[in-house]
């Protein structure tokens, strides 16, 4: 639907035995999914194939972030913060969904006029193209597509390492104490790391459920990072020990509760 965007269903961990395999896929449901056209579609699809679904025996509810929320809010008011209006820097934005809202909503602003951005991400470039102002410029990294539309690898890893920003916003797919910042996608790990490695800020954008993920491949630790931008459903301990690794922990106030999802 258009108000999830492009999706993903990402083949993430796959464990080979003698006998057969388990394997383990993170898919992000739209919002107007059910749980007959998405859950059991899904089982339907691998039956044909003699593979059985196991895991949670219900579909999570579908996590969306409202455009007007206060987490959102905090994110473009940090943003103005460390970039200001008057003297727009360039920035980079990453892949994946929380990047993508972000993205609209500082291109629905006014604090976006005058900048450049730098993207590896397909929606977001969309975005800026989609634009009746012609003062933002979009630089589009170039790649390998991934299932969530951004782009990766080694000709990604070149553009990027070629230039420089001044502030760097990028999801995550689980936060891990006291590791720090992963994500499913080794070689989108590596395109997050090439893109901090020429950024002068770095600014980590997730909501709580992330701390309770898991993934694969680590792109930052927690000394790497300058802020992270999440929501007060983090539980106590949680923000305590983030606070402890992290030079800024940012807490919004969330108008509803967000669900643990993908």
């Known amino acids: 639907d258009a108000e999830s965007g492009p ?54 509810t579908v996590h969306c972030v409202p455009r007007d929320s206060e987490l959102v809010q905090t994110v473009l008011r940090c943003y103005a913060d460390y970039t200001g209006v008057e003297n727009p820097q360039p920035i980079a934005i990453g892949g994946g969904t929380t990047a993508y809202v972000f993205a609209q909503h500082l291109l629905e602003s006014q604090q976006s006029s005058g900048i450049t951005i730098l993207t590896n991400s397909i929606p977001v470039a969309e975005l800026v193209q989609a634009l009746e102002s012609k003062d933002v410029e979009v630089i589009v990294t170039g790649g390998v597509t991934t299932r969530s539309n951004s782009l990766v690898g080694p000709i990604a890893d070149k553009v990027v390492a070629s230039l420089r920003v001044n502030t760097v916003f990028l999801g995550t797919h689980s936060v891990s104490i006291p590791r720090g910042f992963l994500m499913p996608n080794s070689l989108e790990a590596a395109t997050d790391m090439a893109m901090m490695d020429i950024a002068d800020r770095t600014i980590i954008l997730t909501d709580h459920t992330k701390w309770s993920c898991t993934s694969l491949s680590l792109f930052a630790r927690f000394d790497q990072v300058d802020t992270v931008i999440t929501d007060d459903g983090l539980d106590p301990d949680s923000v305590g020990k983030t606070r402890d690794l992290v030079k800024e922990l940012v807490l919004a106030h969330q108008s509803e509760p967000i669900q643990e999802g993908e």
């Open 7 to 60: 999706l993903t269903l990402n083949f993430a961990l796959l464990t080979l035995t003698e006998t057969g395999f388990t394997a383990k896929f993170d898919v992000r449901f739209p919002i107007c999914a059910t749980e007959e056209t998405c859950k059991k579609a899904c089982e339907a699809a691998f039956a044909g194939y003699g593979i059985s679904v196991t895991g949670d025996p219900d579909m999570t």
